[in-house]
Each structure stands twice: as C-alpha cells, then as structure tokens.
C-alpha cells in the first residue's frame, strides 16, 4: 500500500441529501505568502468528483506522495526534497491537468492582511480576511450558479485548521439554519476536513497558491501571470482575485450606510454599529443566547426592551 492509500478518499455519501446530476462541490483552500491571505476554490460536480480522485491517486502513487501540497512541490522541501526541479515541474502540471480535465469553475480570493486590518479592523463587521475571504467565494459561487446552473444544490467544503475556522463555521451554520440565505447560496451542506481527507481539497491548495503568489507579484510591479497560472485562469474562467484597498472601503462604506436607521426601535452609536453587523453575520442557533444578549446591549444601552420580541 502506497502513501496516498493511507488516507481515505472523500467519502461520497456524505453527498447523498444532495440532488443529482446538478450537484457542484466547491472546495477551498488557504494560502498565505508574505502579507497576502488568498483562498482558492474549485467546483465539481458531483459525476466528475471519483474520476478526478481516481486520477489524483494515480499521480499521488506516481511521485510517492501521500499528498500534494504546493508550497512544498515549488520550493523542492518535505515529501519533494529528493526530486529535481524538472520532476517537480511534471508534477505540477499534471496536477493542474486533472483539474482542468475535471472541475467546472475556480474561484480566487485574496487580500493584503494589513489592509484588511488597517481599513476594517480587528473589530470591523467581519472578523478577519479567512471569513471575509470565506463569505466572498460563497457570492462568486452563487453568481456562477444563477448563470449557469440554477438547479444546483451545493455542498461547500473547506480545508480544516484555520486558525479562524469557528468563525466561518458560524457564518455557514447561520447561512443553513434560515431558509431563504440557504436557498439563495444554492446551499445542501458544509464541512471542513484534512487536506490529506479530501483529494480535491488538495487541489484547490493550488488555485490558493497561485492566488497568493500573484497577489505578491502584483505587489512588486509584476503584472505578467505564471504560464501555469494563466492556463488555469482561463480554462476555469478564474475573476482576478486580488481585492484592493478601495474593495475593503467600499465594503465598509457599505455596511455602515444603513446605521442611522432604527433597529427595534432603538438606534445604535456609530461606534458600535461594525459589531452589530459582525453579530448579525455570525450568528446562529449555537450562539443566539450570547450573542442576543449583546445585541441587546448595543441596542439598549439603558436596559428597555429585549431585542427578540
């Protein structure tokens, strides 16, 4: 038994709640090269996840790799130590060939770490770039569904670990829990699992890369895509990622354009409208009671009537 065998596939029937034919599975990976936080996502449908996976466990067995990681293959360290740069290159490319060969779109975010901190901040409407990057691909999937597919039931799967995990997972579980945003993201499910437990999550690990890498090219004056870049951005008809300072302050402009109106019949102070927003985003059934209560304290800072009624 090889490396790869190690590790159990994506077990399919997890997809069982989801329609037929019409499925897409969208997969999401981070990546971070210097002050950039870029997340690459693919989606399949659900006829092309176990012929990708079967081709992904061949090139696996191929390089006697018991995963494919980007980082690692470009910079010949860990599992790709003992391979010249040719043979990692070859790897590389096939990698991105079974996943032009087999999933139907890709989708790339990424942002400057320091501008998100700089323009919305540690307590801004979202609470950090991994979930504001995180809500950003379920709009770019949706948008794709509308246009392309709109009888598609998704299930959304990242990549588990982030250190900002829970508050994507709150963000998704608020999104499952009402009935109108899931249908409006086209929602069947969510998960976060090993890179190792998913094979396709190893593949969107390349789109995150390459994300990132531009993002930093772009940075230093290097406008020029990556021929490996460039063939996945226009086969999978990848939007440019990359989200600007003016993005994030449009973003906030926004938010906040809606904060001199009346909630419940109370008014919130401008300072405390970000968090109000950050609470709405975030949360569900898990969280009500906590969150509630702070709700109500922004809402009512004199102690008046409970928000929930």
């Given amino acids: 038994m090889s490396a790869c065998d190690a590790f159990s596939h994506f077990d399919l029937s997890y997809?069982?709640?989801?329609?037929?034919?019409v499925v897409m599975v969208s997969y999401y990976d981070a990546s971070e090269i210097g002050d950039h936080l870029a997340i690459g996502g693919l989606l399949f449908r659900k006829k092309n996840i176990q012929p990708f996976e079967k081709g992904w466990r061949v090139m696996l067995r191929q390089y006697g790799l018991s995963h494919f990681h980007m980082t690692d293959c470009n910079a010949g360290q860990g599992e790709y130590a003992g391979?010249?740069?040719?043979?990692?290159?070859?790897c590389a490319r096939n990698a991105i060939d079974l996943i032009l060969n087999h999933a139907s779109k890709g989708v790339i975010f990424s942002?400057?770490?320091?501008?998100?901190?700089?323009?919305?901040?540690?307590?801004?409407?979202?609470?950090?770039?991994?979930?504001?990057?995180a809500w950003y691909c379920l709009f770019d999937t949706r948008y794709y569904a509308d246009n392309n597919d709109p009888k598609a039931r998704i299930t959304y799967v990242f990549e588990s670990g982030d250190d900002h995990q829970s508050d994507a997972e709150n963000l998704l579980t608020g999104i499952a829990e009402e009935s109108d945003r899931a249908a409006s993201f086209y929602?069947?499910?969510?998960?976060?699992?090993?890179?190792?437990?998913?094979?396709p999550t190893q593949a969107a690990n390349i789109l995150a890369w390459h994300g990132a890498k531009h993002a930093d090219r772009l940075d230093r004056g290097v406008e020029r895509l990556r021929g490996d870049f460039r063939a996945i951005v226009d086969r999978l008809h990848v939007s440019d990622g990359k989200h600007q300072r003016e993005w994030l302050e449009r973003l906030v402009e926004t938010?906040?354009?809606n904060q001199d109106k009346d909630i419940a019949g109370r008014r919130i102070k401008p300072e405390h409208w970000d968090e109000y927003v950050r609470i709405s985003f975030l949360m569900n059934r898990g969280n009500a009671r906590r969150t509630l209560e702070r709700a109500k304290q922004l809402l009512e800072p004199d102690?008046?009537?409970?928000?929930?009624?």
Avoid: C
């Fill in 15 to 21: 997809f069982d709640r989801a329609t037929t034919v």
């Fill in 187 to 199: 929602y069947q499910g969510h998960a976060f699992l090993p890179k190792r437990a998913s094979l």
């Fill in 111 to 133: 942002v400057a770490k320091s501008d998100f901190y700089d323009i919305i901040g540690r307590n801004g409407f979202m609470p950090n770039p991994f979930t504001l990057g």
């Fill in 303 to 309: 102690g008046g009537q409970d928000v929930g009624k």
């Fill in 83 to 90: 391979m010249n740069a040719d043979e990692r290159d070859a």
């Fill in 255 to 257: 938010s906040r354009k």
